[in-house]
């Protein structure tokens, strides 16, 4: 039995344990999604399992399980916490808006490229990797390095244009 039929034979069941399995709020496509890797590491790692009905059904049921775990212990903010602060407070609010031109400043102030992506990754519009590697011609993979380094870029401005703290006592 090939990979591809022990996987083809296995859709229609996944997708109907799934429906058996998931809490009417999860969804089903994550469920689906982590069994599909669970078996594609099985297979490379050992090969189909013996019974793959019986597999795929003890995948599913302990996937939901951890997803339902994980679901109980991390719920969404109902709002950000720095804004429920910041809504309520004018000084915070006035800090904000200044951090957010400092930082807007020292941004027009990076080199070519590092000003493009770090201006995406700050838009608005709150645009995914695969609109700012299009944008700026780049591939999709090299983002994550290349915003490391405009960060690191970017830390170095802003770090040159706060005071050190004044010293106290001898030393």
Not at 51 to 69: F, G, H, K, M, Y
Not at 155 to 168: G, K, T
Request: charged fraction near 30%; proline fraction near 9%; charge should be positive.
């Amino acid at each position: 039995m090939t990979y591809e039929t022990v996987i083809d034979s296995l859709r229609p069941l996944l997708a109907a344990e799934v429906r058996a399995e998931l809490p009417a709020a999860a969804e089903p496509r994550d469920l689906e999604q982590a069994v599909w890797v669970r078996l594609l590491e099985r297979l490379g790692a050992q090969g189909p399992p013996p019974d793959p009905a019986a597999w795929l059904t003890a995948a599913v049921r302990a996937e939901a399980s951890r997803q339902r775990r994980a679901d109980r212990r991390e719920g969404p903010y109902l709002t950000e916490p720095a804004a429920e602060r910041a809504a309520s407070d004018p000084e915070h609010l006035a800090l904000d808006r200044e951090r957010a031109r400092a930082l807007h400043a020292a941004v027009r102030r990076l080199p070519g490229r590092c000003r493009r992506l770090m201006s995406a990754l700050l838009s608005p519009h709150d645009p995914t990797y695969r609109e700012i590697a299009g944008e700026l011609g780049i591939s999709q993979g090299s983002l994550g390095p290349k915003r490391a380094r405009c960060l690191g870029c970017l830390r170095r401005i802003l770090a040159s244009e706060v005071a050190p703290a004044p010293r106290r006592g001898k030393g």
